[in-house]
Nanobody, 129 residues
Framework: EVQLQASGGGLVQAGGSLRLSCAVS????????IGWFRQAPGQERKAVSC????????VKDDSVKGRFRISSDKDKTTVYLQMDNLKVEDTAVYYC??????????????????????WGRGTLVTVSS
């Protein structure tokens, strides 16, 4: 069974950095798409960034362009979201998700969200002014 668990959230000041981790187990597909999503209270869950094994990284939210980046270990047991120059508006619960379809990262919004087969529980990031 595939399982994902996000961690690394916390309270940081605006302008600071934080790295989120997603521990992955039971996932050994050669082709994959791994994405990070975030959800603020009362708001819909939105995609932040997505990385495909075949097509690279796709930034899904222009507000994080140049500030956030996805990376992973070689064995894909852990994926990361490096967040730099954090802003108050980045405050949200962050989720990692995965699919065995390498082309999924090319999609946006609802198709991207619904196409993710596996989800982990979120980790809260709070950015203070």
């Amino acid at each position: 069974e595939v399982q994902l668990q996000a961690s690394g959230g916390g309270l940081v000041q605006a302008g600071g950095s934080l790295r989120l981790s997603c521990a992955v187990s039971g996932f050994s597909f050669n082709d994959y798409s791994i994405g990070w999503f975030r959800q603020a209270p009362g708001q819909e869950r939105k995609a932040v960034s997505c990385r495909s094994s075949s097509y690279g990284e796709f930034v899904k939210d222009d507000s994080v362009k140049g500030r956030f980046r996805i990376s992973s270990d070689k064995d894909k047991t852990t994926v990361y979201l490096q967040m730099d120059n954090l802003k108050v508006e980045d405050t949200a619960v962050y989720y990692c998700a995965a699919s065995s379809w390498d082309r999924l990262c090319m999609y946006n919004d609802a198709p991207l969200y619904s196409g993710m087969n596996y989800w982990g529980r979120g980790t809260l990031v709070t950015v203070s002014s």
